[in-house]
């Protein structure tokens, strides 16, 4: 079934420092790839996705560029804030199905 | 897009209660779902929503301990029946919309069972 991996977290970074957290997929067909972001006491919201390969997903300075070829779809920041501290969640959709998540990376940003 | 109003966003319940949770988004969606996110833990779906018929349950979930309605395009309820304190979650509301290819969220509700 479809499937996504997660680096494990939490990841610690130092304010302005560079951000990676890895995501991986398992799909059959041709499925839209998300990030979600959870920050503390809140529900989900949407940070980008990316639809078809090769696109790249971007908003508030985070990017994400859907790999066919790696079934990836790593998530990357240049220059993290202490307000992006927060649990990342990638995720698949196939259509009309349900979304499959990544078990979430906690970020922590310190200044 | 779609905005979806999800109530309470929070409760503090006692053992053996039910909580019935609303879920109402702003536009006719075709697929309604519920999930559930455990303390610590990622996204759970627990049922799809099927308007005008059953709910759909996912492996571990029965519709006895989660009823759930969907009246119409726009509007579905799940209940959390008979709660013990291992049903403190945050529930989740998500919807699918036709050609937005996206899934929208409520902003939860956080359930602590006492």
């Known amino acids: 079934g479809d499937s996504v991996t997660q680096m494990e977290g939490p990841v610690t970074l130092s304010e302005e420092a560079f951000l990676t957290i890895n995501c991986t997929y398992t799909a059959t067909g041709y499925p839209s790839l998300f990030w979600y972001v959870q920050y503390p006491g809140e529900g989900l919201q949407l940070l980008l996705k990316a639809t078809k390969a090769d696109d790249k997903g971007s908003n508030k300075g985070f990017e994400a560029t859907y790999r066919k070829e790696t079934t990836s779809f790593h998530l990357e920041k240049g220059s993290v804030q202490v307000s992006d501290s927060a649990v990342y969640f990638c995720?698949?959709?196939?259509?009309?199905?349900?979304?499959?998540f990544g078990t979430g990376t906690r970020l922590l940003v310190s200044p | 897009s779609a905005v979806i109003s999800q109530k309470p966003s929070r409760d503090i319940c006692q053992r053996g209660t039910s909580l019935t949770i609303q879920c109402q988004v702003d536009?006719?969606?075709?697929?309604m779902f519920w999930y559930r996110q455990q303390p610590g833990q990622s996204l759970t779906l627990i049922a799809t929503a099927n308007q005008g018929s059953e709910a759909t349950y996912e492996s571990g979930f029965v519709i006895d301990k989660f009823p759930i309605s969907r009246p119409n395009l726009t509007f579905s309820t799940l209940t959390v029946s008979n709660m013990s304190p291992e049903d403190s979650s945050i529930y989740l509301c998500?919807?699918?919309?036709?050609?937005?290819?996206?899934?929208?969220f409520g902003q939860g509700t956080r359930l602590t069972v006492v």
């Open positions: 536009s006719q969606v075709t697929m």
């Open positions: 995720a698949l959709h196939t259509g009309f199905q349900k979304l499959v």
């Open positions: 998500s919807a699918d919309k036709q050609g937005a290819a996206e899934a929208f």
